[in-house]
């Protein structure tokens, strides 16, 4: 008991101290920008198709699914904004950021994983590459920044799937759908929302990096790694959700 | 022989296209918030807001043209309350224009309301005051409709009160629903007057059509002439007559008899006053013998009320 | 020729070998991996420069460990680890960098990035540390590293695409390209067949006697300590057990050490 309590405390301390690297690597030059580009590009553009799909879908059935409950009030005109709300405020960034912790977390964590079994990482080490700046901190900076971007898109999508959502029964001008939705939106339901999204990202990529980049040796730990990445950051994900709701309850 | 990676426009895309849907975003709810492109302020003051909120819309001729940027408290009775309005709609807002708040739609969102003012005023200036007219507090509703609610109450606990006492009590009305006798005393009145209206009627159809005096006197219009002309000539008799007397009067031949008529009535006036005296006189002489009489009288009256008391 | 890299070594800020031409000495060296699992339990090893050293022993007894203390790798528990007459324990990152890049390893697995090509793989290391190369440059060494292990073709090839034999080519052509002095190879020959093994013990030869390199091998394959190593040691139970040339140790007195011959 008190040994699973003290290895509980162990990774505890452990994740927070590679956390704090990041933020002491990620201002020190030489900065590795040509692999932060890559990451970008893998964990942003490479991931979009998937987000875009998950967002159209969420839109349109979160339209035909909350339709029947407005009818009934005869509110059947107010469910583009709230929809939208829905949207923008809670569901596509937890959604993208499932996601994103399935595809990218995991990704992450059995690819460190396996660059630190096959001695990739070490090999960095000795031939005097900082391999936590070239890996950890591209890959990090990548997800904080890709995955606010992601939920734009999520949220773009999603809005338009939830006007098909619509059109399915009704006729409603795209314009006209879209300045009711304007006309939903105030800042609030979107700056905690996006900031939100940005913790999303790091958490993301940090823990996916933190699984990798302590996995043991062994190609089974590959796996574990990854597995582990998607749970631990899923579990965050919605830990970090409930905590910035309250946030944005408290001081707004 | 060192490529650029093909990726990288492909990224660039991602980002722009992704910072510039956020970016729209922000500026078009930004733009729905008035917090982008030109505005101006206009204040006014109410005594209460009724749940006003910094954000409402403020609406003119019912387009929402702005936005109640600020509302705060001036003394305890004014809530000073600060519109930030575009700047198109400046013209139209003339100094004269009121503010009022209103509900928007049944969930109660409030909304500002400015109405235009008089069209030949000057258009209000930025940070001008506009007057308020105050709000329809729901609770003055409640209020009013309470009142009336209680009004109804006193009718209607009157009228149960008045309806009972019409079954039960004796008074005329009642008995008219519910005494048999009356009402079928009354059914005999009714056929009487129905009697006697149908005489009438016989009567004044015997006036129109008859020839008696009174008939013709109703009905027939060449007597009612003869009978004009009668009373005309007679009215030319009397003005001739009245001629006559007053020509009389100044005719030398009878001057003197009209001027001892005259003398004669000033005789019998002084004579009717010589007579009044004497009998004033007399008069007092027997009040003072009378008086004496009197007091014995309420002497002995007195005595019988003594003797009754003693008893 | 590829044109001395130069930018780190001119900032050298630790030491230069002894006078008595010791470049690696090894003093009382203690690592354990938890409670009651020592895997080195006081080391003690010299090499000099020039020499080519070959660590034997059984799988488990800390041979890795060794090699991997010697860059910083591993931290060791107690001892004194000196390269280039450095103690590199106390040593901040930054300068345990310095020394790093004098010293060449080469991993089990040649630790090849999956990621990149063969080209990217021998410039990662080169383009960081020595950034004033200019792109042809650096081709030039590129090339001349891969044809120094016989592999010019391979350039524009992914590591999954490569054999074993061929990986480990390329892991020591990497290691190569950035002229270390020191040489560590991490059982160089294991998984690979009896010519391959021949193949790669015939270049770690050749590389020794034209860059004129210190090396040490650790490998459990004779054929190999024979042909590349001037001097053996034999590591048991945590500790050098033997020390001595092929021929001294394949005449031991000692039926364990015999073993290994045979």
Known sequence: MVIYLKNIFNDAGDITLFAARFFKEVLRPPFEIKEFIRQCYTIGYKSLPLVGITGFIMGMVLTLQSRPTLAEFGAESWLPGMVALSLIREIAPVITALICAGKISSGIGAELGSMKVTEQIDAMEVSAINPYKYLVVTRILATTLMVPLLVVFADAVGIYGGYIGINIHADVNLFRYFSQVLASLEFLDIIPATIKTFFFGFFIGMIGCYKGFTAANGTESVGKAANSAVVAASLTIFIIDMLAVQITDLFF | MHKEPGYTWKLGMFVIIGLVLFVLTIYFVGKEKNLFGSTFHLKTKFKTVSGLEVGNNVRFSGINVGTVKNIELTTDTSVMVILLIKDDVQQFIKADATASIGSDGLMGDKVLTISPGTVSLPPVKDNDMISSKSAIEMEDVMGSVKASVDNAGIITAQLAEFSYKMNNGNGALSKLISDEAFSSSLKSTLTNLQTSSSEFAKFTTKMNDGKGALSKLVSDEKFGKTLDSTMSNLQAGTKGLSENMEAAKNNILLRGYFNKKKKAEAKEAAALKKKADLKKKNDLKKSGAGKKITDEKEGGVLNATDSSMQQ | MIPQETNIRKQETVGEENIDGT??????????????????????????????????????????????????????????????????????????????????????????????????NLEFPLKRHSKKLSPSQVDEAVTNALESVGLAEAIDKMPSELSGGMRKRIGLARTLILKPEIILYDEPTTGLDTITSREISELILAIQKKDKTTSIIITHDMACAKLTGDRLVILKDGVIDAEGTYNELEKSDDEWIRSFFN
Do not use: H, W
């Open chain 3, 23 to 120: 470049i690696i000495s090894i003093n009382g060296l203690f690592k354990s991996f938890g409670k009651n699992n020592d895997i080195l339990k006081g080391v003690d090893l010299t090499v000099k420069k020039g020499e080519n050293l070959v660590v034997l022993g059984k799988s488990g007894s800390g041979k890795s460990i060794l090699i991997k203390c010697l860059v910083g790798l591993v931290p060791a528990d107690e001892g004194e680890i000196k390269v280039f007459g450095t103690d590199i324990s106390p040593l901040n990152n930054r300068q345990l960098n310095e020394i790093r890049v004098r010293i060449g390893f080469l991993f089990q697995n040649s630790a090849l990035y999956d990621s990149m090509t063969v080209r990217q």
